[in-house]
């Protein structure tokens, strides 16, 4: 017979490694306000517009995607016109900010 001690042990060892998974997976807590001055200080507005829907770039108020996918767009954008911008360029937290901003236009 099994001693529940030796099953409780892989539970909460799952448990640990699931809650590990789902928060590397989950965006940061963004503040619009923030990502507001950060869409102005990395002069996305050159080509997004100050609204983010007014420039020659593809409007991007409202954003129609998650968190993940726009980080992944930033950091190794498909245009060859957008610049890409790495974590040591433009934070987890700076890109969470102005992710909750872009959102926040709708």
Not at 11 to 23: R, S
Not at 60 to 87: C, D, N, Q, W, Y
């Amino acid at each position: 017979m099994l001693n529940p001690a030796h099953v409780k042990i892989p539970l909460i060892l799952l448990a640990l490694v699931g809650a590990a998974i789902l928060t590397a997976c989950t965006a940061p807590a963004g503040d619009a306000a923030n990502g507001k001055r950060w869409y102005a200080m990395h002069n996305c507005s050159a080509c997004h517009g100050d609204n983010a829907d007014d420039g020659r770039a593809r409007a991007i108020a409202g954003l129609g995607m998650g968190f993940t996918r726009f980080e992944a767009v930033l950091r190794k954008p498909s245009s060859p016109s957008m610049p890409a911008f790495p974590e040591p360029k433009l934070s987890r937290q700076d890109a969470a900010d102005i992710y909750a901003w872009l959102k926040s236009l709708n």
